[in-house]
């Protein structure tokens, strides 16, 4: 399948700056938002692109892991520390399905 046909787009600076266009004051506001949420806080910004890494895998965001993934080796983060958090998001995603058994489970024994 090439570029044209993928369900997920090369994310490219004419898309970004269509979205910008369409929506300007929108994009100012979620930029500003990423800004301090990304920004040295308490949490250091290493270990905030790894959780995002990690959401962005639970979420299923290929553009998200693209993007912390670049930024979190920019900042020194290794690679087994990044394959380490790809697999914290999957026991999360595993563990939410298991933990809903509960509801499966409620459900059944209303009519027990």
Not at 22 to 29: D, K, N, R, T, V
Not at 60 to 79: E, F
């Amino acid at each position: 399948m090439d570029q044209k046909e993928s369900l997920f787009p090369k994310y490219t600076s004419k898309i970004i700056e269509e979205r910008a266009r369409l929506a300007p004051e929108h994009i100012e506001a979620w930029r500003g938002f990423s800004n301090t949420v990304f920004k040295k806080g308490v949490i250091p910004e290493e270990t905030k692109h790894l959780i995002a890494i990690a959401v962005a895998h639970v979420t299923q965001c290929p553009y998200c892991i693209r993007s912390h993934t670049k930024q979190a080796l920019k900042m020194g983060v290794s690679k087994e520390e990044i394959v380490e958090a790809t697999w914290i998001a999957a026991e999360m995603r595993a563990g939410a399905a298991v933990a809903h058994a509960a509801i499966a489970i409620d459900e059944m024994q209303k009519d027990a």
